[in-house]
């Protein structure tokens, strides 16, 4: 609020003072009034004028200003009148209470939206956990009657079951508060489950496991670590090589403990390393290789987030990729353990 644009707005009541002052002095000279006299009086009303305005330019400046710096600093920007006082001007009071309607009417539809958003999350678990009956109906007959057939059922029933699985991740990395409990875990228990559960698919695609210095402690959730290896094994088997590895090896220093899950498949190129994480990016891999969603490295990275861990690629084209998680040795350890 500049003093000019607060001048410009009392342009009427500043001519009218002005036309006022200058009537009653001609009307005081035409009656012979002293000059000192009629110079005082002038200089009484402008005083009688300008204090007021003044005052009140000062009173709002300094509120408007407060108002912007709140703004400024606020992450949530409707959350202003929160923190605001009320002002005592009239102006202010209706742009306070404007304000305070415009928040409450917000925060009903952020309410409305929420309980929607939960009920759409609800049925999609459930229907989740539903479709997993008949995967499991239609796999156990497939095992109670092997043929060629029922075994290229069961490929297909391990694609989908995969697909189904990554979609509840999904949906609980919006719901963290539902399905989230952090607390210490065998870092080599955890590596070889995920890896039992791809062993049918490890053995036919005919690929070498190697584990090295996995005899380490860290904090997570297991079931959250567990699809997040299953995302990066899934991933070493679709870009695997003619002669396939994979190595999971762990390293340890002051701060963290690095779990690191090298492969020596096709790589990442250059240009889509940096992007390997955004959601729906599939990169050239994904287009030229095998059919992909973008959606299992991005799901990954959320998780790894919401553990506070972090997630990162290096990777060669045609060399091989490593995928490596950081698990941080800190002051929040006790409280994970706790929660």
Request: hydrophobic residues 40%; negative net charge; charged residues 25%.
């Amino acid at each position: 609020m500049t003093f000019r644009g607060f001048l410009k707005e009392k342009w009427l009541f500043l001519t009218c003072q002005t036309v006022m002052i200058a009537a009653v002095s001609i009307l005081l000279f035409g009656l012979n009034f002293n000059i000192s006299g009629i110079v005082f009086i002038g200089i009484c009303w402008l005083l009688a004028m300008l204090v007021p305005l003044l005052w009140e330019y000062f009173k709002k400046r300094s509120y408007y200003k407060k108002l912007y710096d709140s703004l400024e600093k606020l992450d949530k920007k409707h959350l202003l009148v929160s923190v605001l006082e009320p002002p005592d001007f009239i102006e202010g009071e209706i742009l306070y209470d404007v304000l305070s309607q415009t928040k409450k009417a917000m925060n009903d539809e952020v309410a409305a939206y929420r309980h929607l958003n939960e009920d759409y999350h609800d049925y999609v678990e459930t229907w989740i956990h539903e479709i997993k009956i008949p995967i499991s109906c239609i796999d156990l007959v497939c095992e109670n009657n092997k043929n060629d057939v029922t075994n290229s059922i069961q490929e297909e029933l391990v694609r989908i079951d995969r697909y189904v699985e990554q979609t509840l991740y999904y949906v609980r990395s919006l719901n963290v508060e539902k399905d989230y409990f952090v607390r210490k875990l065998s870092l080599e228990q955890i590596v070889k489950s995920a890896v039992k559960k791809y062993a049918k698919q490890l053995i036919v695609c005919n690929i070498q496991l190697q584990f090295d210095g996995l005899e380490k402690t860290v904090y997570g959730d297991s079931k959250w670590l567990d699809f997040i290896l299953g995302q990066l094994i899934s991933n070493s088997i679709k870009y695997k090589s003619d002669a396939p590895t994979l190595l999971f090896w762990a390293e340890e220093n002051k701060d963290s403990v690095l779990l690191h899950v090298q492969d020596n498949g096709i790589g990442i190129p250059d240009s889509d390393i940096n992007r390997v994480f955004d959601k729906g990016f599939t990169g050239q891999n994904g287009r030229n290789f095998t059919k992909s969603t973008g959606i299992g490295l991005y799901l990954c990275k959320q998780l790894c987030n919401k553990m506070y861990l972090n997630l990162y690629a290096d990777s060669q084209a045609d060399i091989g990729t490593t995928m490596t998680i950081v698990f941080p040795k800190d002051s929040l350890t006790s409280f994970r353990e706790d929660k």
